[in-house]
């Protein structure tokens, strides 16, 4: 099995800044992109941004300038460096991966357990 541990969330004024962290852990031999989503109450999960093995960086264009994602393979992680937060970011911020037990083996879907990010006005 894969682990998925998300880190950094919590309550910061609108204008402010957080430092989400994403760590793989368990038994794999290779992780797929990274991506982050969020899911803000009553509304459906959304992808916000995700990195490619080869560090190929895509964002929703609600994020697009104030977000930044980045990955340390190395280190199994996935990062998001969010700026100027505002209210509508808040949301229950996921990391997503696939990853593969076993050389050309199949991909499997992982999610972590979500770190929650609250923007006050």
């Known amino acids: 099995q894969v682990q998925l541990v998300e880190s950094g969330g919590g309550l910061v004024q609108a204008g402010g800044s957080l430092r989400l962290s994403c760590v793989a852990s368990?038994?794999?031999?290779?992780?797929?992109?990274m991506a982050w989503y969020r899911q803000a109450p009553g509304k459906q999960r959304e992808l916000v941004a995700f990195?490619?093995?080869?560090?190929?960086?895509n964002y929703a264009d609600s994020v697009k300038g104030r977000f930044t994602i980045s990955r340390d393979s190395a280190k199994n992680a996935a990062y998001l460096q969010m700026s100027d937060l505002k209210p509508e970011d808040t949301a229950l911020y996921y990391c997503?991966?696939?990853?593969?037990?076993?050389?050309?083996?199949?991909?499997?879907?992982?999610w972590g357990q979500g770190t929650q990010v609250t923007v006050s006005s």
């Open positions: 997503n991966t696939k990853a593969s037990r076993v050389l050309r083996g199949p991909w499997s879907d992982y």
């Open positions: 368990g038994i794999f031999v290779r992780i797929s992109d």
């Open positions: 990195i490619t093995t080869g560090l190929s960086a």
